[in-house]
């Protein structure tokens, strides 16, 4: 399993590939645990930005 930092206007979209985690603090990012690629989720309606989590670190 993968995490990204997933920028878009629609994270709900994500809720069918993954767990996804919101930030406590209104970002204009969520964070999302896959085991799809980064270009897979590029390629989703409203997914605008996509970048990998640092190995070895959890994100939140």
Not at 19 to 30: A, L
């Amino acid at each position: 399993m993968k995490q990204y930092y997933v920028y878009t206007h629609e994270p709900e979209r994500l809720n069918e590939i993954g767990e996804v985690y919101y930030p406590k603090i209104k970002m204009s990012f969520v964070i999302l645990t896959t085991d799809k690629e980064l270009y897979e989720i590029r390629s989703i309606k409203g997914v605008y930005d996509t970048r990998e989590c640092e190995v070895g670190r959890l994100c939140y």
